[in-house]
């Protein structure tokens, strides 16, 4: 079956407080709009249009870094769902296939969900999806069913007693062919109190027209949507505890599951152990067997089979550490190439370097790699032995099996096998210590004095 996407993405999201698009908003690190193109590419879309309307080109840029055939529309009135589905008509002129209506600020949707909802298009004109609420609530459309018939959909404050106490609820979501749904839309009316067209009005007059309506179920969890700032926590909470629950069923181990934070796309191989404190952002592999201790932060990297982080590391973007590799304590690393058995173990900064294999790096070891306009390389070869609070001023390399002498500042290359020294001579003053003591002392006496 042929499948084009529909994702409202338009609403400003007043409650969230923001000069931000609601949809835009991360959970773990990814915009909720995001979120949802994800879940509905899992059915090889044939297109993706999106909805637009409060900064329409913050969200356009988001959907079309995610997807870049992505169609962008606009609405440009927020009159309702119904209105904003419409919306997507021209961007469907010549589709022929069936319509899924997705939420931008809904991002927990299941894909299999979604399969379930084309399965049930099979035998019904149209499907909608919907929820049991575990209390009784007065925020959501209530499912009116006749066995596997969805009657209509009733608002909460337009219910009878008996229809409010029905635990089956609108979630919002829908499939239904690109045809009829768009001559659906086309009766919705608007006379209502908000005068706005919704969408849900699609049930009652599919009925009405003679085809056949139906509502699946799926978790309350997946139909969980963001309105505020309390919701969008709430959410992330939610994505955590979930994230998290899969790695420790992949053979992850955490050693204090609450205290990790994953991001969308963190990938972690199995008997990884990861201890307390532990931040991944964006953009991070972590192969089998590797180790991150705590209070590490890592984003845009790779970690490679045996390595360990930390703790107190920060692996930044473009880091690329290989087996057995070290990353110690107060280390931080930035578009480095760290090689085998390499080790960075206390209180240094290698930034924009490549570091060859079994290469030990000393404590308070700095590339200099920014001159102030430009970033500059610094190469340190295999079995290199760089002395504690070296300066290397890039670009410079350093050959294999060298090494640098404490203090030492790097300023051309140097050769294999070479020792590198590079410190002002030691003058030792004798009596300075006591006299420069007692100027400065005297000189603080007049000064308070003065005051």
């Not at 004109?125 to 609530?137: P, S, T, W, Y």
């Not at 404190?277 to 089998?288: A, L, M, Q």
């Not at 590391?313 to 880091?319: I, M, P, Q, S, W």
């Amino acid at each position: 079956m042929t499948i084009a996407l529909v994702i409202l993405a338009a609403g400003k999201g007043t409650r969230m407080n923001s000069d931000t698009p609601k949809v835009l908003h991360p959970i773990a690190q990814t915009a909720m709009l995001v979120h949802a193109m994800r879940a509905g590419a899992v059915l090889s879309p044939e297109r993706t249009v999106i909805v637009t309307g409060h900064g329409s080109e913050e969200v356009a840029k988001a959907a079309t870094s995610e997807d870049e055939a992505a169609q962008i529309v606009v609405q440009e009135e927020q009159l309702g769902t119904a209105h904003a589905v419409a919306q997507a008509r021209d961007a469907l002129a010549d589709f022929d296939g069936d319509v899924i209506v997705l939420y931008g600020d809904t991002p927990f949707i299941d894909p299999r969900t979604l399969e379930r909802m084309i399965e049930a298009r099979a035998s019904f004109d149209l499907v909608m999806l919907g929820f049991d609420i575990a209390e009784v609530q007065p925020r959501y459309g209530r499912l009116i069913m006749d066995g596997e018939k969805l009657v209509e959909i009733v608002e909460y404050k337009d219910a009878t007693e008996e229809q409010r106490a029905i635990r089956f609820t609108n979630s919002g979501l829908l499939a239904c062919n690109a045809k009829v749904l768009f001559e659906l839309i086309d009766a919705v009316g608007n006379d209502n109190a908000s005068g706005e067209y919704y969408l849900t009005e699609i049930v009652a007059l599919a009925n009405a027209r003679g085809l056949s309506a139906t509502a699946i179920k799926c978790d309350e969890a997946e139909t969980l949507g963001v309105d505020s700032r309390a919701d969008l926590a709430a959410a992330d909470a939610e994505f955590q505890t979930r994230a998290r629950n899969e790695l420790l069923a992949l053979g992850v181990t955490l050693m204090a599951p609450e205290t990790v934070y994953l991001s969308a796309d963190t990938i972690v191989g199995r008997d990884t152990v990861i201890e307390p404190n532990v931040v991944f952002g964006p953009g991070v592999t972590v192969e089998s067997g590797a180790t991150i201790r705590a209070f590490s932060h890592l984003e845009g990297c790779h970690v490679s089979r045996g390595a360990i982080v930390g703790p107190y590391a920060r692996l930044r973007a473009g880091t690329e550490l290989a087996e057995n590799t070290r990353i110690g304590n107060f280390v931080e690393t930035k578009n480095a190439q760290i090689a085998e058995g390499a080790k960075v173990n206390h209180l240094s900064y290698v930034g924009d370097a490549s570091v060859g294999a079994s290469t030990n790096i000393g404590a308070g070891t700095i590339t200099c790699n920014y001159d102030g306009v430009m970033k500059h390389q610094t190469t340190i070869g295999e079995n290199v032995f760089i002395g504690s609070n070296t300066m290397l001023v890039a670009p410079v390399s350093v050959g294999d099996g060298a090494m640098t002498a404490t203090g030492t500042v790097v300023t051309r290359d140097v050769e294999p096998d070479a020792l590198a020294v590079a410190r002002a001579k030691q003058d030792n003053k004798p009596g300075y210590a006591r006299k420069l003591f007692e100027m400065l002392k005297a000189k603080k006496a007049r000064r308070n004095k003065g005051a």
